[in-house]
């Protein structure tokens, strides 16, 4: 379904971004899916010819798709096997949203743009992807109609660890996302471990590459300028 919507052009551009980006990716099967998803689906006919360049791109409403090699690193830090409910936050172009369709049971995805989360729904159902529920939402309340998740993704740069979203994780699962200011962020992984004795959510913190998002904007987030 997938392979047969594209392009031979796309997928030449295709099978050399997954060899000369994802350098230090090393989870056969997110290369695999980086390799399977048509990227030049996610952004505009304008921006479709630099739909494999090294960088983030335009998608409209001031946000962007997100460079492919952060979507890889990103998605590899979650450790994927297949079974899981993944949340992620910050749907965009649906992206990054079609690779953790691609590699796991159920994603439940949640975008504050309207517009974005519309197209992203419309792109994902084009693609056949029907493990994927896209919904406009704030994010950074996280859904506890869904939860508990196996694993969480944001992104968008937080300004602190939204303690909201370890709490809709499993003890054990890992939530991945960058904090920071509004320019430069650190790629975070807190994987929950149990709660302490009066019921309070502990994490362990590994921290990762540098990275920049735009901001995430919300209750437990950026506050809307
Ligand atoms: N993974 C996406 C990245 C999109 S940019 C892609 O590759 O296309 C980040 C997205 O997060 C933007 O679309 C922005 O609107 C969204 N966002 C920001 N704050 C949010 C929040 N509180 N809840 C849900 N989405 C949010």
Redesign the pocket.
Same mark, same amino acid.
């Given at each position: 379904m997938i392979g047969s919507a594209t392009s031979g052009r796309f997928e030449t551009l295709r099978r050399k971004m997954v060899q000369q980006q994802l350098g230090g990716i090393v989870d056969g099967r997110v290369r695999d899916a980086m390799a399977m998803i048509p990227r030049e689906r996610?952004v505009g006919s304008v921006m479709q010819p630099r739909a494999y360049e090294d960088g983030p791109l335009p998608?409209g409403?001031g946000?962007?798709?997100?460079q492919p090699w952060i979507?890889a690193r990103m998605t590899e830090l979650l450790g994927l096997d297949g079974h899981e409910k993944v949340l992620?936050? #910050? %749907?965009?172009?649906?992206?990054?949203?079609a690779i953790l369709a691609a590699l796991t049971r159920k994603v439940i995805s949640?975008?504050?743009?309207g517009d974005?989360a519309r197209s992203a729904r419309r792109r994902l159902s084009d693609l056949g992807l029907s493990n994927v529920t896209v919904l406009a939402?704030? #994010? %950074?309340m996280g859904r506890s109609d869904y939860a508990p998740y196996d694993a969480v993704i944001v992104?968008?740069g937080a300004p602190a660890i939204p303690e909201r979203l370890i709490e809709q994780v499993v003890v054990g699962g890992p939530v991945v996302i960058p904090v920071g200011d509004a320019k430069s962020q650190v790629l975070l992984r807190l994987t929950r471990t149990p709660d302490d004795d009066s019921g309070h959510v502990q994490w362990r913190e590994e921290r990762f590459e540098n990275c920049r998002?735009?901001?995430?904007?919300?209750r437990f987030?950026w506050k809307e300028q």
């Open positions: 996610f998608i409403a946000q962007t798709i997100s979507v992620e936050i #910050g %749907t965009g172009s649906g992206y990054q949203t949640l975008e504050r743009i974005l939402s704030d #994010g %950074t992104t968008a998002f735009v901001p995430l904007i919300g987030g």
